[in-house]
C-alpha cells in the first residue's frame, strides 16, 4: 500500500520541528562551499571551478575543468552524497549526448567495474572519502582535496590515452 503524500509531509515537519535537519543540512552546504574556495586556492593552477549546487538533500556538489575536459564538454565534480554520507568524485558531461558517448567509452574502465549501467548524473563515479569525519575539518579537506587530485588526474590520463593515436 503506498503512503499519501501528506504521510510523507507529517513526518516530514515533525523532523523540521526538531531542528537538527536544518542545522546539518546547512552545516554541510557551508563546509562543501568552504571545500570548494580551498581547492581554488590549492588547485587553481590546473583547475577552473564552477558554482556550489546545494541539491536537494540528496547531492552537494561544485564541478571543476581543465582545458582538455572543456573541449570534451565534460567536467569533474566533488559530490557530497547526502544518502551515503560520503565525498565521490563524478566525471559528468554537458549533457546526455556527451554522457551516453563517454560512458560506451568508460564504462570498462575501473572506476566502471562494478556498474551494469550508466549511473544517473555522470559517467563514472569514484569514491573519495568513505566515512568522513566532520569533527575534523581540515583533516577531512585535506583527505578530498588529495583523494581527488589524485584520482582526476587518473581519470584524466586514462582518457587522454584513449585519444592517442596509438590507441585507434
Not at 556527451?98 to 549501467?117: C, F, G, H, M, P
Not at 563514472?124 to 578530498?144: G, M, Q, R
Request: aromatic share 14%.
Amino acid at each position: 500500500m503506498e503512503k499519501k503524500l501528506s504521510s510523507y509531509i507529517s513526518v516530514y515537519k515533525k523532523h523540521l520541528e526538531a531542528g537538527d535537519i536544518q542545522i546539518a543540512y546547512e552545516t554541510l552546504v557551508k563546509y562543501v562551499m568552504s571545500l570548494k574556495a580551498h581547492c581554488e586556492k590549492v588547485l587553481s593552477n590546473q583547475y577552473s571551478f564552477g558554482n556550489v549546487s546545494p541539491g536537494y538533500m540528496d547531492f552537494t556538489y561544485f564541478p571543476f575543468f581543465d582545458s582538455y575536459l572543456r573541449s570534451k564538454k565534460l567536467r569533474f565534480g566533488i559530490v557530497l552524497n547526502h544518502r551515503e554520507m560520503r565525498f565521490e568524485l563524478w566525471l559528468m558531461g554537458q549533457n546526455a549526448e556527451t554522457q551516453t558517448k563517454y560512458w560506451e567509452l568508460l564504462k570498462d574502465s575501473a572506476w566502471n567495474q562494478y556498474r551494469t549501467a550508466m549511473p544517473k548524473y555522470s559517467v563514472l563515479e569514484a569514491v573519495l572519502v568513505e566515512h568522513p569525519d566532520f569533527d575534523y575539518l581540515n583533516d577531512l579537506t585535506s583527505k578530498i582535496v588529495q583523494a581527488a587530485a589524485f584520482v582526476s588526474n587518473e581519470i584524466s590520463d586514462y582518457m587522454k590515452a584513449l585519444d592517442s593515436p596509438d590507441s585507434k
